[in-house]
């Protein structure tokens, strides 16, 4: 096996499959906020696209069955209709008004699958941002040198990584005492067995 081969196949080709993996990923968080988009009340409902709604259902199994979604086809149609000859809904700005309004005029009862698109897209964001928080978080915590680390020392590090305005908040005293009284505890139980 010659250096060219090594570079070539081991080396180039996988930083390629790296890169190509995360341009997949990056595309794919793209292609979610294009189909929220489409639930967007602004101009008329103008950006409501249904095909790309009943995708963005298909993106997630587990809150929309096969059934749902096909009952989803079904009342997005009647949704819009219903939207658009709506006048409460005409003047609405952005996709919280719409959340807002639905539960006012009880529309999310009528249209139960479609709001929870709307209640899926308006947590979407901040799902998003805590894991990619906590992925984060975690690349700072399990380094080369903890590399073995066990999953509930890591989970305990990235508890107080991710919070720390609140680990801030509290005295090294009060820690210090609570794992003295942790420790005088299991003493008392070893005498007791």
Request: charged share 20%; aromatic share 10%.
């Amino acid at each position: 096996m010659k250096n060219s081969h090594h570079y070539q196949v081991e080396l180039f080709y996988t930083v390629i499959d790296m890169q190509l993996q995360e341009l997949n990923n990056r595309f794919e968080n793209s292609e979610l906020l294009l189909f929220v988009a489409c639930l967007n009340p602004d101009n008329l409902f103008s950006a409501f696209n249904k095909e790309k709604l009943i995708r963005l259902a298909q993106f997630y199994p587990s809150d929309f069955s096969t059934v749902q979604v096909f009952f989803l086809d079904n009342q997005l149609e009647a949704y819009i209709h219903d939207m658009q000859s709506t006048e409460e809904f005409l003047v609405l700005k952005g996709i919280g008004q719409l959340a807002k309004k639905m539960v006012e005029m009880k529309k999310n009862v009528s249209y139960p699958l479609v709001y929870s698109l709307v209640t899926l897209a308006l947590i979407l964001p901040v799902a998003t941002a805590t894991v990619e928080r906590a992925f984060s978080a975690m690349n700072i915590i399990k380094n080369r040198l903890r590399n073995r680390i066990g999953d509930q020392w890591m989970n305990d590090c990235l508890v107080t990584y991710i919070e720390k305005d609140i680990f801030k908040t509290i005295q090294c005293e009060e820690i210090m005492q609570r794992f003295q009284n942790m420790k005088n505890r299991r003493g008392q139980l070893s005498k007791i067995s």
